[in-house]
T-cell receptor, first 109, second 115 residues
Framework: EDKVVQSPLSLVVHEGDTVTLNCSYE??????LLWYKQEKKAPTFLFML??SGIEKKSGRLSSILDKKELFSILNITATQTGDSAIYLC?????????WGAGTKLIIKP | ETGVTQTPRHLVMGMTNKKSLKCEQH?????MYWYKQSAKKPLELMFV???????ENNSVPSRFSPECPNSSHLFLHLHTLQPEDSALYLC??????????????FGPGTRLLVL
């Protein structure tokens, strides 16, 4: 059965800290891995990763994929209170998105 | 602004009621999705439509009935729901489906409470 596991489930850090969120997967037919940020309701797209070792970067956020070890990490540097959200990881397997349960990140001022 | 709108944003209904959720996308996409999001659980895919034809139905109970009259609109008709159906229902759209590399864009969701 396809599955995506995110860790930790929740994380509380102080503003300015750097955080690393993890996403591991076991799927039948990997096509791509996506990261989303969910603040209140609508998940918003962050990154799509398809190749190992190529870092995707957007401001203070970056992500990388390891297709050999079957995981991805999402890094956030110099965190701000606006980074508080649930971060969702999803993997396309056989053209269907398989979702992790998310990591709830809380940034304290 | 994600380009995907959903109404209503909140809904409270009894188990004998019939209601409908509406989703509209303004992105010119050809594929639309319904997801269920329960607390601390992964998103569950319910239905997928591509060019107004249903291409995926993940063993969803018949008390949920989707309708896609055109590529911009998607409905979820609800009847005789159970309290365990209370959740956030998210609609999403993508340019196409079936390649495994489509970015899905989400609406704000409908928070449903079944009493």
């Amino acid at each position: 059965e396809d599955k995506v596991v995110q860790s930790p489930l929740s994380l509380v850090v102080h503003e300015g800290d750097t955080v690393t969120l993890n996403c591991s997967y076991e799927v039948t037919n990997f096509r791509s891995l996506l990261w989303y940020k969910q603040e209140k309701k609508a998940p918003t797209f962050l990154f799509m990763l398809t190749s190992s070792g190529i870092e995707k970067k957007s401001g203070r956020l970056s992500s990388i994929l390891d297709k050999k070890e079957l995981f991805s990490i999402l890094n956030i540097t110099a965190t701000q209170t606006g980074d508080s959200a649930i971060y969702l990881c999803a993997v396309y397997s056989n053209y269907q998105l398989i979702w992790g349960a998310g990591t709830k990140l809380i940034i304290k001022p | 602004e994600t380009g995907v709108t959903q109404t209503p944003r909140h809904l409270v209904m009894g188990m004998t009621n019939k209601k409908s959720l509406k989703c509209e996308q303004h992105l010119g996409h050809n594929a639309m999705y319904w997801y269920k999001q329960s607390a601390k659980k992964p998103l569950e895919l319910m239905f997928v439509y591509s060019l107004e034809e249903r291409v995926e139905n993940n063993s969803v109970p018949s008390r949920f009935s989707p309708e896609c009259p055109n590529s911009s609109h998607l409905f979820l008709h609800l009847h005789t729901l159970q309290p365990e159906d209370s959740a956030l229902y998210l609609c999403a759209s993508s340019q196409e489906t079936g390649r495994g590399r489509e970015t899905q864009y989400f609406g704000p969701g409908t928070r449903l409470l079944v009493l």
